[in-house]
């Protein structure tokens, strides 16, 4: 079982940046590809970035392709979204999800609210 805790969400002028981060628990961080996802309202969930279990790997919607990274610290069991020139469109709920395909094994956060005003 793997419980994840985001933060660092909220209200952010266009153009601002803001950095997610996404706590694990448990000692099997580094066995699960780690990715964020975003929601926004009476949209469905969206993939935004992912990364592997190294840190070697990282994928990105094109949609914000340049202006997030996504990194982890295996060390601290966390994984972060660091997000710049924000737009209101990137407004959303945004999640973290822990995934090991090869265990079937995917666990998600509650979601942080990130909110851009324009």
């Known amino acids: 079982q793997v419980q994840l805790v985001e933060s660092g969400g909220g209200l952010v002028q266009a153009g601002g940046s803001l950095r997610l981060s996404c706590a694990a628990s448990g000692r099997t961080f580094s066995s699960y590809a780690m990715g964020w996802f975003r929601q926004a309202p009476g949209k469905e969930r969206e993939f935004v970035a992912s990364i592997g279990r190294s840190g070697g790997s990282t994928y990105y919607a094109d949609s914000v392709k340049g202006r997030f990274t996504i990194s982890r610290d295996n060390a601290k069991n966390t994984v972060y979204l660091q997000m710049n020139s924000l737009k209101p469109e990137d407004t959303a709920v945004y999640y973290c999800?822990?995934?090991?395909?090869?265990?079937?094994?995917?666990?998600w956060g509650q979601g942080t609210q990130v909110t851009v005003s324009s």
């Open positions: 999800l822990a995934n090991n395909p090869s265990l079937g094994q995917a666990y």
